[in-house]
C-alpha cells in the first residue's frame, strides 16, 4: 500500500498568489482530513470528507481557504490568495470511515507539505 | 467542547531512561484515546490506541492505560533508545453519539530528545 500521499512536499511562493495543495487518500478509504500545524497552534483540522462529501468545514481559517474532494482518490487543498500567515506544515490524513464508537477507523497521516508564503 | 492536555517539553533523556509522557483528556461519553509518533520531516504514525477504560494499548515497548477516573493517558516507555526522538501526541476521538463524529482532537505534541 502507498500510504496517504501528498503534494507538493514543499511550496514556496509569494503573497497574493494562489496555492493549491494536493492529496491522494489510501485506497478504499472513504474519509479524507486536512490538517495545518505551526509552532504557535499546534495540528488543527482544517475539514474532513466522507464519502467525498464534505462533513465540517468549522475549522477552515477563512473564505481564501477552500477544499474539493471530486472523487474517492483525490482531494485539493487551495489558499487564493495565499497570505504569510498561512505558513505552516498542511497534512492530509485517510481513514476507513468514521466509526467514533471504536478504534476500528484508524487515521493515516501523509507526510505533509511545507508551505512557505513570503 | 473536547480537549486534550499533553506535559510541556521538551522532554531530554539519556539512553535507557524511564519515560512518562502525561496526557489527560476532557470530553462527554466514551472517547478512543490515541497516541501519535512524529518523526522529523515526516507525518503523524499511529504508536498506540485504546478504545475503552482500563485498556492497555502498546507498541515497540510503549505503553499507555486508558484511566476514565483520572481522564488519563499517560505515555510510558522503561528504556528509551536514540531511535525514539520524535514528537509525541495524545489525541482523542468522541464515542457514539459525540457531537464531533469521527473528529481527532490533539494535544500539542511533546519533543522527545534521547541522547546517547
Known amino acids: 500500500d502507498a500510504g496517504v500521499i501528498q503534494s507538493p512536499r514543499h511550496e514556496v511562493t509569494e503573497m497574493g498568489q494562489e496555492v493549491t495543495l494536493r492529496c491522494k487518500p489510501i485506497?478504499?478509504?472513504?474519509?479524507l482530513f486536512w490538517y495545518r500545524q505551526t509552532m504557535m497552534r499546534g495540528l488543527e483540522l482544517l475539514i474532513y470528507f466522507n464519502n467525498n462529501v464534505p462533513i465540517d468545514d468549522s475549522g477552515m481559517p477563512e473564505d481564501r481557504f477552500s477544499a474539493k474532494m471530486p472523487n474517492a482518490s483525490f482531494s485539493t487543498l487551495k489558499i487564493q490568495p495565499s497570505e504569510p500567515r498561512d505558513s505552516a506544515v498542511y497534512f492530509c490524513?485517510?481513514?476507513?470511515?468514521?466509526?467514533?464508537?471504536?478504534?476500528?477507523?484508524?487515521?493515516?497521516f501523509g507526510a505533509g507539505t511545507r508551505l512557505s508564503v513570503l | 467542547g473536547d480537549s486534550v492536555t499533553q506535559m510541556e517539553g521538551p522532554v531530554t533523556l539519556s539512553e535507557e531512561a524511564f519515560l512518562t509522557i502525561n496526557c489527560t483528556y476532557t470530553a462527554t461519553g466514551y472517547p478512543s484515546l490515541f497516541w501519535y509518533v512524529q518523526y522529523p520531516g515526516e507525518g503523524l504514525q499511529l504508536l498506540l490506541k485504546a478504545t475503552k477504560a482500563d485498556d492497555k494499548g502498546s507498541n515497540k515497548g510503549f505503553e499507555a492505560t486508558y484511566r476514565k477516573e483520572t481522564t488519563s493517558f499517560h505515555l510510558e516507555k522503561g528504556s528509551v533508545q536514540v531511535s525514539d526522538s520524535a514528537v509525541y501526541f495524545c489525541?482523542?476521538?468522541?464515542?457514539?453519539?459525540?457531537?464531533?463524529?469521527?473528529?481527532?482532537?490533539f494535544g500539542q505534541g511533546t519533543i522527545l530528545t534521547v541522547h546517547p
Open positions: 485506497s478504499g478509504h472513504n474519509s
Open positions: 489525541a482523542l476521538r468522541p464515542g457514539a453519539g459525540g457531537t464531533s463524529y469521527g473528529k481527532l482532537t
Open positions: 490524513a485517510s481513514s476507513r470511515g468514521l466509526a467514533g464508537g471504536s478504534g476500528k477507523n484508524i487515521q493515516y
